[in-house]
């Protein structure tokens, strides 16, 4: 029979029961304005204050907490009497629940997750506080591989006293406690869950864990005593660098332990550097989907010489590309080699169009003018294109436009130009000194052609030519002109004209159009409608 629950708690949709227990409920929800799903986790126990106080004072610490690698806390309320923490749902499953099913991860793997582990670590006790519960069933993996700390319900701010727990009271999963812990866990700093991370570790990389879980005397000096197998001995693929960090982390006395997360990073970076994070991250991802236990893909070490290697060639090659580019745009000319180098650069006046893209290819040469062969400068033809109307606003409306190069570099001497535009040639002959040369083009400003036009009609019908029996005129003014009374002066480019076709027994048509300036001849096939068809 499903478990029934309310349909809201405050301004949240509940959606079911993720869980349930002796000290309250956890459920899943949707947040309003958000949009996306959220756990709420529902205090019942509420005659002991103790717990009381503790679930209030987690919340408190987790909103002082904001970092990627904890979960984030996203409300605190109280409603009818029962307290409430609405936080991040972290859509995968804890890493107990990973190590059930998996029992053993690769050294790899392992030491990824104990990263992102210490980086929570670090950011919380940066802010004084201590977990006093690290356990595999704390660090949750989403889906995305995103690992982060979660459960914050017995930590403590190490700066204030801990007036919650007892003097004395070992307060903890006992599996993963430090021996100070089990003797007064009031009194524990970040080294207690340095310890707790180490236990972790070993539990990651052998599938078992280095002390009994059952707490009794015989347990506890083991655990005072720091004796356990190497995890080396269980598995001799586990590297010599993860046993060291093991040992370390895992004194009985504290002041032997890392003293804080830092040191650990560096070692976990020194050994991640030779593996690929991306792939080891998606080898996360593809356990967390699998119901079944997957092995795991082997990652193969990164030759760092190799890398190195390539980083320098790739860096020589993007040099040897910025310095042609360089030369290519003129960096150099304007700079180190102005004094030898002079920028020339073409104008050109050009009839406006009125057809998007109509404008003729204009392309622009150099050569030497020796007297002899004339040879073309290197590197130096140039496209003409159209200047923007933000640069040249007064020829919005212009019957002409602007068109420019880029600069081409010279030195100085004697040089001629050839500009070709559609059938178009013109040459020009220049000297280049120390002073930038500008050369106007103009050869073409308020260019128009003379225009011919060839109707030809035909019955829409039938296909067949009527041109013989058709009347085709042309408007000029108010008055329709037959086309052959036209006066060909004014049939030139660059004008707006109408022609009607008529002929006895059809429906008449009339074509209104523009010639841009370029074009010379103008070919018109009308289909006229019989009457009465």
């Avoid at 035909?458 to 036209?486: A, F, M, Q, R």
């Avoid at 001849?521 to 409608?529: D, H, K, R």
Wanted: hydrophobic share 40%.
């Amino acid at each position: 029979m499903a478990e029934t629950f309310p349909k809201n708690i405050g301004k949240y949709e509940v959606q079911g029961i993720i869980a349930k227990g002796g000290m309250g409920v956890v459920y899943r929800a949707m947040h309003p304005s958000l949009h996306r799903p959220v756990v709420i986790k529902k205090m019942t126990a509420r005659k002991n204050t103790a717990n009381v106080e503790r679930f209030k004072r987690e919340a408190q610490i987790l909103l002082d907490l904001q970092s990627p690698y904890i979960v984030h806390l996203f409300d605190y309320f109280t409603e009818d009497s029962y307290r409430y923490m609405v936080e991040e749902l972290v859509d995968g499953m804890a890493l107990d629940k990973l190590l059930q099913k998996q029992t053993v991860l690769s050294p790899q793997l392992a030491m990824l997750i104990l990263q992102d582990a210490c980086l929570a670590l670090k950011y919380a006790h940066s802010k004084d506080i201590v977990h006093r519960d690290i356990k595999p069933g704390n660090i949750l993996i989403s889906r995305r591989a995103e690992i982060k700390l979660a459960d914050f319900g017995i930590a403590t701010e190490a700066e204030k006293e801990d007036t919650l727990t007892e003097s004395g009271v070992a307060l903890g999963t006992p599996a993963y406690m430090p021996p100070e812990q089990f003797e007064n866990s009031a009194s524990v700093d970040c080294r207690a869950d340095i310890y707790a991370l180490g236990i972790m570790l070993y539990e990651m990389v052998t599938g078992t864990k280095p002390y009994p879980g059952t707490l009794s005397i015989e347990t506890l000096n083991t655990i005072k005593k720091g004796k356990y197998i190497s995890p080396r001995k269980i598995d001799k693929k586990i590297p010599p660098v993860i046993c060291r960090l093991i040992r370390k982390m895992l004194s009985p006395k504290a002041k032997k332990r890392y003293q804080s997360t830092i040191p650990i990073l560096k070692v976990i970076k020194r050994y991640l550097k030779h593996y690929d994070i991306h792939s080891i991250r998606v080898q996360l991802a593809k356990l967390l989907m699998s119901k079944d236990a997957v092995k795991e893909q082997e990652y193969i070490p990164i030759d760092r010489k190799k890398k190195k290697v390539m980083a320098i060639v790739s860096a020589a090659v993007l040099f040897v590309c910025l310095m042609i580019t360089g030369w290519m745009h003129g960096v150099f000319h304007k700079t180190v080699l102005r004094y030898w180098y002079t920028p020339v650069s073409i104008q050109m006046k050009m009839p406006a169009t009125s057809i998007a893209g109509s404008d003729l290819p204009v392309n622009a040469f150099f050569f030497v003018n020796d007297g002899d062969s004339f040879p073309e400068v290197a590197n130096s033809r140039r496209v003409l294109t159209q200047l923007s109307e933000k640069k040249v606003p007064s020829e919005k409306n212009a019957k002409n436009r602007t068109y420019t190069t880029k600069d081409v570099y010279l030195t100085h001497g004697n040089y001629r130009i050839k500009v070709v535009a559609g059938p178009y040639v013109w040459w020009k002959s220049f000297t280049v000194s120390k002073k930038a040369v500008i050369i106007n083009a103009d050869f073409l400003k308020n260019m128009r052609r003379n225009v011919s036009v060839v109707p030809m009609v035909y019955n829409s019908k039938t296909g067949k030519d009527i041109s013989s029996i058709s009347e085709v005129s042309v408007l000029n003014g108010k008055e329709w002109v037959p086309l052959e009374d036209y006066p060909k002066e004014k049939l030139i480019s660059g004008n707006v004209f109408k022609f009607r076709f008529r002929a006895e027994g059809y429906t008449e048509e009339i074509f209104s159009l523009r010639l841009d300036w370029l074009q010379d001849a103008l070919y018109i096939s009308a289909s006229l409608n019989p009457i009465g068809s």
